[in-house]
């Protein structure tokens, strides 16, 4: 019994150094060590002006996201490829499957999206607000009305309104777009009475007004209803990455490119929240 334990454990012992040998020549490479092999970052992206945008006639790009994760990748030697656009609600599944290595657009930071992913440190933040057509003057006196059946809310499938309806305005009935639908959509359903209100950032209302004005109004102006980081994501586990990132990021905003770039894109003064520098706090 003694000889066969010792030769079954020997065995063992041999199979285990052939499945720990094959686990690491069969580990899939990072991000990070396929980025500087091969001297490229690969970026998915989402519309969304002025963070991202890209012309229907030349394919060109530019934005704010755009225009920091460019230079990024140069101070660091390395290009930058656009490779598809993605919806709000699947550009995760994107970074897990190993389709793209970052999102172009930054987004906004939040417990249920850093279950599956890393984010850089903030560029700036952006507040949220609570949009109503320009004469509906139902909300006015409190907010918290909109907690009540006979009321919807205009949201879109993975995007932030769909999650402070869920958090904050469960009562409510939603109407709810699909993920490829866009923020525009969702501002269009309410002109459209097609939904009572819906939660956006003020320069996305910006750009919709142009094209229809005054036909919505800020029914949460003394206090928002949320304050986001927006932030580059990657996929989780990425810490090579992430440190990589965020000392470029550092650099561009010590040397005054990054609010550079902010000031130029900015849809209107003070829209944007700037990062207060660390030796300033």
Request: aromatic share 10%.
């Given at each position: 019994?003694?000889?066969?334990?010792?030769?079954?454990?020997?065995?063992?012992?041999?199979?285990?150094?052939?499945?720990?040998?094959?686990?690491?020549?069969?580990?899939?490479?990072?991000?990070?060590?396929?980025?500087?092999?091969?001297?490229?970052?690969?970026?998915?992206?989402?519309?969304?002006?002025?963070?991202?945008?890209?012309?229907?006639?030349?394919?060109?790009?530019?934005?704010?996201?755009?225009?920091?994760?460019?230079?990024?990748?140069?101070?660091?030697?390395?290009?930058?490829?656009?490779?598809?656009?993605?919806?709000?609600?699947?550009?995760?599944?994107?970074?897990?499957?190993?389709?793209?290595?970052?999102?172009?657009?930054?987004?906004?930071?939040?417990?249920?999206?850093?279950?599956?992913?890393?984010?850089?440190?903030?560029?700036?933040?952006?507040?949220?607000?609570?949009?109503?057509?320009?004469?509906?003057?139902?909300?006015?006196?409190?907010?918290?009305?909109?907690?009540?059946?006979?009321?919807?809310?205009?949201?879109?499938?993975?995007?932030?309104?769909?999650?402070?309806?869920q958090s904050d305005f469960p009562k409510a009935k939603r109407f709810s777009l699909p993920q490829m639908s866009d923020v525009p959509d969702m501002l269009m359903s309410i002109a459209m009475k097609k939904a009572d209100v819906t939660f956006a950032e003020p320069n996305a209302v910006f750009y919709f007004e142009k094209h229809n004005p005054n036909a919505l109004r800020d029914i949460t102006p003394k206090?928002?209803?949320?304050?986001?980081?927006?932030?580059?994501?990657?996929?989780?586990?990425?810490?090579?990455?992430?440190?990589?990132?965020?000392?470029?990021?550092?650099?561009?905003?010590?040397?005054?490119?990054?609010?550079?770039?902010?000031?130029?894109?900015?849809?209107?003064?003070?829209?944007?929240?700037?990062?207060?520098?660390?030796?300033?706090?």
């Amino acid at each position: 019994m003694k000889l066969l334990f010792s030769l079954s454990s020997a065995v063992a012992l041999s199979l285990l150094a052939l499945g720990a040998t094959s686990n690491v020549v069969s580990a899939a490479e990072s991000a990070y060590d396929r980025i500087l092999r091969t001297g490229t970052i690969r970026a998915a992206y989402a519309t969304y002006p002025p963070l991202l945008i890209k012309d229907s006639n030349t394919g060109k790009f530019s934005g704010l996201g755009f225009e920091v994760l460019e230079l990024t990748a140069k101070k660091l030697g390395l290009k930058l490829q656009m490779t598809e656009e993605v919806s709000w609600g699947t550009m995760i599944e994107g970074l897990r499957t190993n389709r793209y290595d970052i999102l172009a657009c930054p987004v906004w930071a939040n417990a249920t999206r850093s279950r599956a992913a890393y984010f850089t440190r903030p560029l700036f933040y952006s507040v949220i607000h609570a949009y109503a057509r320009t004469s509906d003057k139902r909300f006015d006196s409190d907010i918290k009305v909109l907690n009540d059946p006979k009321y919807k809310i205009a949201t879109m499938d993975g995007e932030m309104a769909e999650m402070i309806t869920q958090s904050d305005f469960p009562k409510a009935k939603r109407f709810s777009l699909p993920q490829m639908s866009d923020v525009p959509d969702m501002l269009m359903s309410i002109a459209m009475k097609k939904a009572d209100v819906t939660f956006a950032e003020p320069n996305a209302v910006f750009y919709f007004e142009k094209h229809n004005p005054n036909a919505l109004r800020d029914i949460t102006p003394k206090r928002p209803l949320r304050i986001f980081p927006n932030v580059f994501m990657f996929n989780i586990g990425e810490d090579k990455l992430k440190s990589m990132l965020n000392t470029t990021l550092d650099e561009i905003s010590n040397d005054g490119e990054l609010d550079s770039i902010i000031n130029k894109y900015e849809p209107f003064k003070g829209d944007y929240l700037r990062v207060a520098a660390p030796y300033q706090r």
